[in-house]
């Protein structure tokens, strides 16, 4: 089992950046295949980036796709992702979740360990 617990959210600028953390607890946080979803009001939960369990393998959404990088260091259980030149479209609650699966997935429902979200507004 792994909990997993976000932070890095806030308010920011258009053209701003963010940095997201997600630590994993958990001695198997290596074998997990990792995700970051958002989910703005009113909308479904989408899928932003993600990253296999030896990191060499990652997929990004067109909608952020060359404004971030997701990272992870199994040494010390942590999730990252770097958003560039952030848009108010990005407004969201950010997720970060775990699936047991071994090539990048990009649907939700395939993770099944959820962090509880952080906020990420930008303001115009």
């Known amino acids: 089992q792994v909990q997993l617990v976000e932070s890095g959210g806030g308010l920011v600028q258009a053209g701003g950046s963010l940095r997201l953390s997600c630590a994993a607890s958990?001695?198997?946080?290596?074998?997990?295949?990792m995700g970051w979803f958002r989910q703005a009001p009113w909308k479904e939960r989408e899928f932003v980036a993600a990253i296999t369990w030896s990191g060499g393998s990652t997929r990004f959404a067109d909608s952020v796709k060359g404004r971030c990088t997701i990272s992870r260091d199994n040494a010390k259980n942590t999730l990252d992702l770097q958003m560039n030149s952030l848009k108010p479209e990005d407004t969201a609650v950010y997720y970060c979740?775990?699936?047991?699966?071994?090539?990048?997935?990009?649907?939700?429902?395939?993770?099944?360990?959820w962090g509880q979200g952080t906020q990420v507004t930008v303001s115009a």
């Open positions: 958990g001695r198997t946080f290596s074998q997990y295949l």
């Open positions: 979740a775990a699936s047991g699966g071994t090539v990048v997935i990009t649907n939700p429902r395939m993770y099944r360990y």
